[in-house]
């Protein structure tokens, strides 16, 4: 069955330090993964898909189909990146939507 | 543009009764998925509908339903209610394409049931 497995409730860093948020995932096609977040108080955004290989507000994912991975990398940690993250896989044949989300892990950065 | 839009933003039912929540889209959007969001089982995919119809279901039990309007609205229901049916009820748009399969989300319904 496709899953989505983010290891980590709860990530907790100081300001300036590094983060990697963990995600690993089953599927038996071309996977489609993103991040989204959902801030306090906000609604779920996406915040980068891996097609995309850009870096959004400094951080960056690689898909690494050896290892079934898609972790989220962040060289300096700032207090505005406290947030849910969630790791979601994109199960569509012919285009159709259905994310398949991880549990999530809850980032929160200390001053 | 205006973002997804959910109503209502709050609910609060018995067991027994039924439920319709509604959502509309980004002007432009045509695929419209339903997820539910509980503090147990996290985000899960519920339906999704392109053009009025169904393309994509998720596991659950047939009291939950869907439709699609013309204008590319949608509204789920829920029929005879459970007190496991508690959680944010979230509703997501995309658009053909290239941006096909980024989802914009809505703000979300909580419905409570008692």
């Known amino acids: 069955a496709q899953r989505v497995t983010q290891p980590e409730k709860l990530l907790s860093v100081f300001k300036g330090a590094p983060v990697e948020l963990k995600c690993n995932y089953s599927y038996s096609g071309s996977p489609e993964l993103f991040w989204y977040v959902q801030y306090s108080r906000q609604r779920l955004q996406l915040l980068l898909r891996h097609i995309s290989r850009e870096s959004i507000k400094g951080f960056t994912a690689d898909l690494n189909k050896g290892e079934t991975s898609f972790h989220l990398k962040k060289p300096f940690a700032q207090e505005e990146d406290s947030a849910m993250y969630y790791c979601a896989l994109n199960e569509s044949e012919g285009g159709y939507n259905k994310l398949i989300f991880g549990a999530g892990t809850r980032l929160a950065v200390h001053p | 543009k205006a973002g997804v839009t959910q109503t209502p933003r709050y609910l609060i039912k018995t067991r027994g009764q039924q439920v319709t929540l509604s959502c509309s889209p980004i002007s432009g959007h045509r695929s419209v998925s339903w997820y539910q969001q509980t503090p147990g089982q996290g985000l899960q995919f519920l339906f999704e509908y392109f053009s009025e119809t169904q393309r994509n279901k998720g596991n659950f039990p047939g009291r939950f339903s869907g439709r699609q309007f013309s204008n590319s609205r949608s509204e789920m229901n829920v029929s005879t209610l459970e007190l496991g049916d508690s959680a944010l009820y979230l509703c997501?748009?995309?658009?053909?394409?290239?941006?096909?399969?980024?989802?914009?989300f809505g703000a979300g319904t909580r419905l409570s049931v008692l």
């Open positions: 997501a748009s995309s658009l053909l394409g290239t941006e096909r399969n980024i989802q914009y």
